[in-house]
Each structure stands twice: as structure tokens, then as C-alpha cells.
């Protein structure tokens, strides 16, 4: 759960009385609503509602885009069904560490959120508001609390990446089934860092209320159930990447939703699949190459979940082409023809799936190629977010020359990671130095890698 501090000058501009500044009478707790991805607590009062929030999808939520939600729901009789909006964040107090910020928007009038304290929120409904830590934020929980009941004994997890899909393909695996090992472990891993993080915040947050504190203004709305299994121990690479690749190459929608938390979780960074990159057949000779055996997809299925992710990924998908290259087995997105030069979107591999050794790098429109002996052309191997490149002296190209280092003793090595071993430096500057346009043969590197 990320902890972010406040800016501290959002209060500079209120000259005029807030809502929450002013004195009610008769607060009456009116129960729990979930409107679009919010949870919202509402208190009735002589001066109108005060709906209380909690984001149900992440941490924090700007209070105008709650208001927005509110406004979208009750139409014209929000104001008065509500004069004030509180929400509760996830950041902390810049002047209190461990105690939750409130934020607060005023409905009728208001002009830009301010921060109100927990001791404030409290003298106006008489009572301390719940609050829901972010891993304990369950709906059954929140609609069933009430003023003076128990905090609720809930599961963490992380509302961010919720591990429900997990469970549910894990469940349907064979034994043995590397996705199985890997989703059990998943959603345990989140299990145990929620329970531990969650753990740690309440205990600091108790001790800021001992002590006086803000904290001590507010009720927590549940606490985390004990985790009745030991901390849980990550697969193998092996069986990581093996499960992966049966996931992703999956077309129902439970895969894609595993899926769709590996992008949140990690990036998918035990993918066999690494950057998505544009190739443009009319550039070169050697694209046009690679784009002649590109063949269609299959029209009559669901997308796996990389055509998926990168259907996802265009723009005015509707009007885009799913092609798939059958040698590194991999999804091509073609960008509709009548919308500019032809534009095809893919992925990069982790690792060369051959033992054919590297015979040429080929350096052409800004893209960068693997040829090996058996004369089959590859996308180089590139990690996402960790790009690589040439004719300049930057990352891009110290990431190229330790991974043509790697390559010409093993083509199915890795591709290059942030803390892999410098390349020798002859064979950097050669490829810093490189045209746009350039072919070196295994010959040429070799050459150059002995400096």
C-alpha cells in the first residue's frame, strides 16, 4: 500500500468558513451505499448529508472526481442529498505519520478540496468515523458496520490487485500444473504482504492514538484475519515462466484477468514476452522481411491474452488487423491501412526460443535484430521498460551491447537486466558509433567484443 504526503498548501486559499467548520445538530448515521467504485458511509444532519467515502478500487480519490460520481447518480437532487463529501485517503499526515488524511469538498459552493482532520470530522457526528485500511476495504464489511460495532475481522488483500482470478484458475488446474503453483503462490504473496503491511499501520496508528494523537479521533472499520499458513515460497524461474507462458497463451476471460494482474503486479516480468515495439514494414528490407510471414490470426476465437493486451494497447482497435508470426509465436497488431503508412505492433522476446547461433546483428530504422545461422530473423531480446538501442551514447545502447555480449556465446540467454555486467567497451563504442542503417556479422562483434 503506497503512503503519499500532502501538499500542505491546499488550505491556503480558504478564506471563507468550510462546511465542516461549521457546528450541526442531530447527526444520524443513514448507512453504508456503493455508488460506481466507492463505498460511501452517509450522516444526515440539520445543515444536509455528509457522505463519508472510501475507494473501493485503490487507496486514494480526489474529491471532486467522488462528487462527479455522486452528482452522476443523484442528478439534480445531489445537494440535497449531500452538502459535504469527506474522503478518506490512503496518504498520511504530513504533521501526524500513520494517521490517514481526509480530504473534504463543500457541494454547494464549494471550489477546491481542503484537508480536515479526523478530531473535526468527529465533533460534527458526534461520534469517531471507521476507517478501512486499504487491504481491508471488503463491501460485506463496510455494509454491515455501525456506530459502535466491533471492527470486522476481514482477509487482507490488495484492492488493487485483487486475487480472486488466481484462486479460481488455480482451482481448475490438473496437479502438478505449473499455473496452478504459480496463482496459489500469487495470491498468497499478496495475502501475507497485506496481512504485514496492515498489521504494521494498525500498531503505529494505535500508538499515535495512546499518545494523543488524530488517530485517536477514529474507529477502525475492520482488522486483518490471522494468516493461518507460513509465509509462502516463490516458484522456481522454471515453473514461474512455464506457467506464465500456459496462461498467456489462454483465451477465456479468467486468464485474461490473471493476466491483468500480472500487468499490475509485476508487469508481467516472468512473461516469455518482453517490450511491445512498432515495426514498419516500408521503412526497410529487412521489416518488410520479417512482415512476409506474418500470417492471419484466428478469426473464429476469443483473443489469447497477449493479442488481447495488445488490442488493449491500440488505439481504434476496432479498425485494427490481429496477425500472428508462427516463428517466435508471437501476436502482430496491424494498424488499419487507410489511417497512414502501415504500422505493425508486437512483442519482443525474453529469450530466443533456438540453438541456431548468432550470425549477424542487423541495425536497421531504429529497430534491432537478431539473425542467427539457420538464416531466421528475430526481434532482438528487450525487457519492457528497459529498452535498448544504438547510434548514441546512452542506456539504450550499453543494454544493446551487453546483450550482443551475452548473445554470441548463448543466443538464448536473457535479455539484459538493469544490473547485468557492462559489455567490453570496444563493442559498446561500435554500436554508439553505428549508422541508422548497418549489418555487423558474428566475425565483426567477435572482433570487436576482443577490442
Known sequence: MALFTRNTDDNSHASQKRWLQQPVANAVFDGAQFIERYAVLRWDTDRGGIAFVHSMVDGNAAPKSVTSALRRHHGAR???????????????QVSQPWVPDLQAYDVDGGDQPYYTTWAELAALLGQPAPYWFHALRDRDAIA?????????????????????????LAADEPDGSPAAELCWYLAREVRHRGHASTTRYIAELRKNAADG??????????????????????P?????????????????VLAHRVAAFAQRWDGGRDWHTGAVVSVRPDACATAREWAKRLVPAAADQPPTVLEKVLLDNG????SHVLLHDPVASVPVLQRAPDTGPTDLSTYTLQRL???????????????CWIRTEDQTLWLAPER??????????????????RLVDVLLDDISAPAVRPND???????????????????????????????
Open 353 to 367: 526460443p533456438t540453438r541456431s547461433p548468432l550470425a549477424a546483428l542487423v541495425l536497421s530504422a531504429g529497430i
Open 144 to 168: 454491515a458496520w455501525r456506530p459502535g460495532t466491533p471492527p470486522a475481522v476481514v482477509p487482507a488483500h490488495d484492492i488493487a490487485t485483487p486475487v480472486t482470478a488466481l484462486t479460481e
Open 421 to 451: 555486467p557492462a559489455a567490453p567497451r570496444a563493442l559498446f563504442e561500435l554500436l554508439r558509433d553505428a549508422p541508422d542503417t548497418a549489418t555487423y556479422t558474428r566475425a565483426q562483434l567477435l572482433a570487436a567484443r576482443a577490442g
Open 236 to 252: 522456481t524461474e522454471m515453473v514461474r515462466r512455464a506457467g506464465w507462458l500456459s496462461i498467456t497463451e489462454r483465451r477465456d
Open 384 to 401: 519492457d521498460g528497459w529498452g535498448i538501442g544504438y547510434g548514441y551514447s546512452g542506456n539504450g545502447c550499453l543494454a544493446l551491447a
Open 78 to 92: 445531489l445537494a440535497d442529498t449531500y452538502a459535504c463529501v469527506v474522503v478518506a485517503q490512503t496518504s498520511i
Open 315 to 318: 488505439r481504434e482497435a476496432d
Open 213 to 234: 494523537g488524530d488517530g485517536a479521533h477514529l474507529v477502525l472499520g475492520a482488522v486483518p484475519a490471522p494468516l493461518l499458513r507460513p509465509e509462502p515460497e516463490e
